[in-house]
């Protein structure tokens, strides 16, 4: 019984388009991009042509090459190039079990004693070092000249003879009594406060 009588309640939404006879038919529209033109191909125009270029019919054309991309890598093109291997030279004394033949090599010019030496440039007299006597002869005594040297002392400042004042000294000496006027009262008595009417 509950369940025949079972219904929504107030808050029911009900669509505006739909009434007892079904949906409503008027006509709704939306904004769309452009669409693409369906034509795929498109006849290039009169000024797209160069007939200038086209070679005159009847005559021999020079051969023409062109550069294409690498071509494809297979694992059957793997093969090493020659310089891939390394043989053993057999020129001078590299591998000691073996017959070498004989090499040579060529150095560049020597500056020194071959036909193109300057012999102009030869040292003079001045550039020889002159022996010193001591190498031969008795040597002679030898003095230097150091820097001065100081005492060691106490580094502090001391007073002259002027910064004394024997004459203030009054310790060794009879004087009279002296007096000095001081507060009368103690500074941390309460002072007297009087009430004024």
């Known amino acids: 019984m509950f369940k025949k009588d079972c219904?929504?309640?107030?808050?029911?939404?009900i669509d505006a388009t739909i009434s007892r006879t079904g949906r409503d038919g008027t006509p709704m529209y939306s904004i769309l991009g452009r669409q693409k033109d369906p034509r795929?191909?498109?006849?290039?125009a009169p000024g797209a042509y160069s007939p200038e270029k086209v070679h005159?019919?009847?005559?021999?054309h020079a051969p023409a090459y062109s550069m294409a991309m690498r071509t494809r890598y297979r694992k059957r093109d793997s093969t090493p190039a020659p310089n891939v291997y390394t043989i053993p030279t057999f020129l001078g004394s590299r591998?000691?079990?073996k017959?070498?033949?004989?090499?040579?090599?060529?150095?560049?010019?020597?500056?020194?004693g071959g036909f193109s030496e300057d012999l102009a440039r030869a040292p003079g007299p001045g550039a020889y070092q002159h022996v010193r006597p001591d190498v031969t002869k008795r040597k002679a005594?030898?003095?230097?000249?150091?820097?001065r040297s100081y005492m060691p002392g106490d580094s502090?400042?001391?007073?002259?003879?002027?910064?004394?004042?024997?004459?203030?000294?009054?310790?060794?000496k009879q004087r009279?009594?002296?007096?000095?006027?001081?507060?009368?009262?103690?500074e941390y008595i309460t002072p007297l406060i009087v009430e004024v009417e």
């Open 40 to 44: 795929s191909v498109q006849t290039p």
């Open 156 to 172: 502090t400042k001391k007073p002259g003879p002027g910064a004394y004042s024997p004459e203030m000294v009054l310790l060794n």
């Open 56 to 60: 005159p019919q009847g005559e021999r």
């Open 99 to 112: 017959m070498n033949s004989a090499s040579f090599s060529m150095t560049g010019r020597s500056k020194t």
């Open 176 to 186: 009279l009594p002296s007096y000095s006027l001081g507060i009368r009262h103690s």
């Open 7 to 13: 219904s929504p309640g107030p808050g029911y939404f």
């Open 95 to 97: 591998i000691p079990t």
């Open 141 to 147: 005594p030898g003095y230097s000249m150091l820097g």
